[in-house]
């Protein structure tokens, strides 16, 4: 009876008039009771009721006085009229509502909508995890790159045709969902530069790092992201499974020599379903999973008087005296939200930065403005110079394919830093005899 009477209330949208006339269709009469439960029902769970939620609808019903009270009753309610599920979009709520996402009510909707027959669809996604070796079947290519920082970080990097989907899917269902403010990584209109100039000028700047911010983000994240978005379940899974990718120790390539195994921690992530480092849709996805994260933090950092930024992994709160006086309190509570939104905190990297030291960040110097520090200038205006005198040619150690844009790009980042340095190396940069 609850179940029938909660499929009723699901076979169309929310609100007390349509959960009303649904009920009333169902039940094949207009009882007292069932506006009040309506009213109950769109109390407790609002515009945002979806299929989703439907146990949870219905544990509600059956406990719900007013119901319980209909079968003491002589005219017991009895459900003549079913409504036969249905897959359908769930309503957006909030900021969602306005969000312009293409409707994919069914996993053919999904395949025509992605331009591909739903065999392709089934394989590429891999909801039945039957890829379990590499070969022709896996969909991504492993390689191991350095750390800056020492070690070795996987990158997993999507086959053609799997990244032209995660593309597709990037533009038209990301890239219209805007993440929390404070995210500056992986944004247009956002860079380096815009994460660190909050930070300027401020006593005292902690800087803290997420660890493994991409693995450590599981399907069943990303699959309750879609869901939010208002995809059934189905398409859900589908378009999670396009997103993740698992790798076996099969596929694991062979680490560089010299490099200390893998831990069983990082070898059983890898092993689930995760956000792969090196998918286009990867950046975004984990961006809109960290947003409770982000409000959080910048609660906290306005409750401060100061200012919280995130660029990717890397999470800064600055501020002045009341920072300042507690910033050890401040860490260790800055952790426990972390942990309590699913992510670890690479405590190694954590840095306390007062006005008296270097304070930088994503590369930045900001004690006083966004500026480049003195050594990566010198550094850089040494290696203009020497490609003037010795040849360009010369100077190229990384065996960059096309040096020339490599050495203007980072010219220009100085100059976006600051322009009085950045026109010095500009001047040293067009001295540059390319021919040689």
């Keep these: 009876m609850a179940c029938g009477l909660a499929d009723a209330l699901l076979a169309g949208p929310p609100g007390i008039t349509e959960f009303e006339a649904r009920a009333k269709q169902a039940l094949g009469r207009k009882p007292r009771w069932v506006l009040p439960l309506c009213k109950r029902i769109f109390a407790r769970f609002g515009s945002g009721l ?46 969602l509502a306005l969000c312009p996402l293409p409707n994919i009510p069914t996993s053919v909707d999904l395949a025509a909508w992605l331009d591909i027959s739903i065999e392709d669809l089934e394989w590429f996604a891999d909801v039945r995890h039957m890829v379990k070796a590499p070969g022709p079947l896996c969909h991504y290519h492993f390689r191991w790159l350095p750390k800056r920082s020492g070690g070795w970080r996987l990158v997993e990097i999507p086959k053609q045709r799997l990244r032209d989907l995660q593309r597709k899917i990037l533009r038209e269902v990301l890239d219209p969902v805007m993440p929390h403010d404070a995210a500056h990584g992986f944004r247009r209109g956002r860079s380096c530069l815009t994460n ?38 189905p398409v859900a899974k589908r378009l999670t499974g396009l997103c993740t990718c698992e790798v076996t120790t099969r596929m694991l390539p062979a680490l560089p020599a010299g490099a200390e195994p893998l831990p069983w921690a990082m070898r059983k992530r890898y092993a689930e379903r995760h956000l792969p480092q090196g998918a286009p849709t990867s950046p975004a996805l984990a961006n809109l999973c960290a947003l409770h994260l982000d409000f959080r933090l910048a609660g906290l950092a306005e409750s401060l008087g100061g200012a919280y930024t995130r660029y990717a992994d890397d999470l800064a709160i600055s501020g002045g005296e009341p920072l300042r006086r507690r910033v050890g309190a401040i860490t260790s509570l800055l952790s426990a939200i972390a942990r309590e939104q699913k992510f670890d905190i690479n405590h190694r990297k954590t840095r306390v930065m007062h006005r008296s030291d270097r304070q930088r960040l994503t590369g930045v110097v900001v004690n006083e403005k966004p500026n480049v520090s003195r050594a990566e200038f010198d550094q850089l205006k040494a290696v203009l110079h020497n490609c003037v005198v010795h040849g360009p040619q010369s100077q190229n150690r990384m065996g960059h394919p096309n040096f020339r844009e490599h050495l203007r790009g980072r010219v220009s980042y100085v100059a976006g830093l600051n322009g009085a340095r950045g026109e010095r190396l500009r001047l040293a940069f067009e001295e540059i005899d390319w021919a040689r």
């Design 50 to 95: 979806g299929t989703q939620q439907r146990a949870k609808l219905i544990e509600f019903i059956e406990t719900d006085q007013g119901y319980l009270d209909a079968w003491l009753a002589d005219t017991k309610p009895r459900i003549r009229h079913y409504f036969l599920a249905t897959n359908s979009m769930a309503p957006r709520v909030g900021a």
């Design 196 to 233: 660190a100039a909050p930070h300027c000028g401020k006593d005292v700047v902690l800087r803290m790092d997420l660890l493994n911010f991409f693995t450590s983000i599981p399907a069943s994240r990303i699959h309750a992201l879609f869901t939010t978005l208002g995809y059934p379940d």
